[in-house]
């Protein structure tokens, strides 16, 4: 698959809706090109991976909470080349299968990749997480949510974003993406600029070429270093610490990723 090129209330948000059809990138007939993001001045890609490795090797870690699987097989929808699949049952322990990157550093990067969501992706206001920029534990020792992540819930598409108003208030902003387009590839760019105590912080997403959604302000923790890079699956209201009452069974959540490139800029 072809890659794409590479402060609190205060916070600005803006979200452009509009998507452009775009051929899917494992098309197995020949079509026209998919638009890209706009081609960045300058850069230096930091970290790759199209899995034609056969493996998952590049990543840092892997992880599997319950007994989902990390796989690399055959793209689907009739593509050659190889993909990350991502699989988690619904089987009341399993709710997390995604691989991450360390931390890359402060400063302003392309994160470029592609997903696909099956057909036959089953609806739920149960949220999915399929990508996400994640923090360290708090000053108090406590967990927390994500500093920016990707989403699935319904059939919608969108970006959370998340900072502290003090050293243990989480603020969110949630801002739309549209909605899904189930059995397609995505071609994601994710333009990140990191805040910190002196650098203000905005995320620019594009979705196949057309600008989907914008954020400026504070979009991390700001701690020692800045959120390392996961791609998966993540359903925390699965996972049974949190004792969610949820209805088991049906078909297995999966979510392939492919094409991932980072590029510091």
């Known amino acids: 698959m072809s890659r ?37 001045v300058s850069g230096t890609d930091v970290f790759a991976d199209d899995f034609e490795s056969g493996t998952v090797s590049a990543w840092t870690r892997q992880r599997v909470d319950g007994n989902g699987s990390i796989t690399v097989a055959g793209a689907p929808a009739g593509g050659s080349g190889l993909a990350a699949r991502f699989a988690v049952p619904n089987d009341g322990v399993s709710y997390r299968s995604e691989v991450a990157v360390n ?9 470029a990749l592609a997903d696909y969501l099956p057909a036959d992706w089953v609806r739920t206001p149960t949220e999915t997480i399929v990508a996400q920029w994640h923090g360290y534990p708090l000053a108090d020792g406590s967990d927390t949510k994500p500093p920016i992540a990707l989403t699935v819930k319904d059939g919608s598409w969108r970006l959370k974003v998340h900072w502290l108003s003090d050293p243990s208030t989480v603020q969110e902003a949630v801002i739309p993406l549209g909605d899904v387009q189930f059995g397609h590839w995505n071609q994601w760019a994710f333009d990140i600029t990191w805040s910190t105590d002196t650098t203000p912080g905005a995320v620019t ?58 590029t510091r800029y």
Do not use: E
Request: glycine share 10%.
């Open 4 to 40: 794409l090129p590479g402060r609190l209330a205060g916070a600005v948000l803006t979200a452009a809706l509009a998507v452009t059809a775009a051929a899917p990138a494992h098309a197995a007939v020949p079509a026209p090109a998919a638009p890209t993001a706009p081609a960045l």
């Open 205 to 262: 997403v594009f979705r196949d070429g057309a600008q989907v959604g914008a954020y400026s302000g504070l979009n991390n923790y700001h701690q020692n270093q800045s959120p390392y890079f996961k791609t998966g699956i993540y359903r925390a209201n699965w996972n049974p610490a949190k004792n969610i009452p949820y209805p088991t069974g049906g078909p297995d959540v999966v979510a392939w990723s492919d094409s991932v490139v980072v």
């Open 103 to 111: 931390s890359l550093g402060w400063g302003s990067y392309r994160f």
